[in-house]
């Protein structure tokens, strides 16, 4: 039976890099896959050049989205670097459950350290409330004071040059950060896959889990 997932970043590239083997994982066993994207994903340097623009962003996006197979890119558009837990954000994010009458959701770790991430995945909390599938991943490099505890693992090896393309389709993010970005991700896949005795895994913390 089919399943409608949501998956849900931050910016364009969140969910590639934190679950995007898992995304054709599921839509190669033809689940519904959603992407639901809260910012406009541009941000800029101090004295205000730009890094990536709305426009880029968004185009880079949809390539990745065409990639991964989504059924939906959901892009909301809020500021980046501005989110904020609270009403605002949670009726967003409950909006799309309603609409598309979601199973699972994906959604970023609640205590990450990007500001931007942590507070949707607070906001998934109250949003999901009723969903009876909630699993939270990390996008990122950056250290932090909190343990995620990885307790639910997806095999991608069948799927990771895909999830690699679909990184890639970030030209700007990938010519910024060069291959070590995309070499960072594929050795934590790696590894995870190693200590679960596969090739390559990604890694999750569960809120809720029934099936």
């Known amino acids: 039976m089919k399943k409608n997932i949501l998956f849900i ?15 054709l994982r599921h839509v190669s066993e033809g689940d519904n896959c959603y992407m639901l994207v809260i910012t406009d994903s541009a941000y800029y340097n101090y004295d205000g050049t730009p890094i990536r623009d709305v426009k880029t962003a968004a185009r880079e996006g949809k390539n990745a989205a ?3 197979g989504a059924k939906k890119l959901i892009s909301v558009g809020l ?11 949670i009726e967003i994010i409950n909006k799309v459950i309603d609409d598309h009458k979601i199973d699972a959701i994906y959604t ?4 990450d350290v990007h500001q931007d991430h942590s507070a949707i995945g607070k906001a998934t909390l109250n949003a999901g409330r009723h969903v009876r ?3 939270m991943y990390r996008s990122n490099w950056y250290q932090t ?3 995620f505890r990885a307790n639910y693992f ?5 799927f990771i040059d895909k999830k690699i393309e679909s990184v890639k389709a970030h030209e700007n993010e990938y010519k910024k950060f060069g291959q070590g970005w995309i070499d960072f991700f594929v050795n934590e896949n790696s590894n995870t896959g190693k200590r679960n005795g596969i090739k390559y895994a990604e890694e ?6 029934l099936k």
């Open 66 to 68: 065409k990639i991964l």
């Open 79 to 89: 500021e980046t670097k501005t989110l904020q837990y609270g009403f605002k954000l």
């Open 108 to 111: 970023h770790w609640n205590k």
């Open 204 to 209: 999750f913390e569960i809120v809720k889990l």
């Open 145 to 147: 004071t909190e343990f």
């Open 133 to 135: 599938n909630i699993l």
């Open 154 to 158: 997806v095999d991608i090896s069948n």
């Open 9 to 23: 970043g931050a910016h364009f590239d969140d969910i590639e890099l934190g679950a995007g083997g898992t995304f």
